[in-house]
């Protein structure tokens, strides 16, 4: 006989929220939802501003840790930050202010490798617990018509670096070496295991 009823573990409720996101990002919220987390969103406003002879990690990891413990002032619950830098050559790629902004990031990225980092920080019952997520990504050559496109797409306005590998710009990503979904916003294998030193049951109910 077969049984066709899903176990209570597997369900997801997103009407009971286990985690505050510090962010706006429907990314973060959706990789989270992947994994049975429901959170509740408190979006934060800090001061992004790299500082002086700030390396990228420094950087990232600085920004995840503030969002975490902005959003746990707003919460009851354990809060996740996290911050996602593109860098190439040891700069700091950040949204692009324009076409052309845009254009010249993706000139720089194609043919070539470039690194992506990851910081996550979440505030709970056994601290303030951090970490950064390096994955590298490798671009093949990419046409002037398809930079044109791609913007005209509308997906790169509010990415870092200029490109979403879960979307349209996936065409463009010849390898990848680390992990796909720190990339688009949240490495989950890792912030799996650092919600459960907080206590924070996935799937709906089971800290696994």
Known sequence: MSDTTKPDAARFDASRPVLCLASASPRRRDLLASIGVAVEVHPVDIDETPLPDESAAAYVSRLACEKALVGASLSTLPTLGSDTAVVCDGEILGKPEGSEHAASM??????????????????????????????????????????????????????????????????????????????????????????RRQGVALWGGVLV
């Open 106 to 195: 993706l000139r720089r990225l194609a043919g070539r490798a470039h690194e992506v980092l990851t910081a996550v920080t979440v505030s709970g019952p056994a601290g303030v617990m951090t970490f950064c997520v390096s994955t590298r990504v490798t671009m093949r050559e990419i046409a002037e018509d398809e930079i044109a496109a791609y913007w005209a797409s509308g997906e790169p306005a509010d990415k870092a670096g200029g490109y979403a590998i879960q979307g349209l710009a996936a065409v463009f990503v010849e390898r990848l070496e680390g992990s796909h979904s720190a990339v688009v916003g949240l490495p989950l294998f890792e912030t799996a295991a650092l919600l």
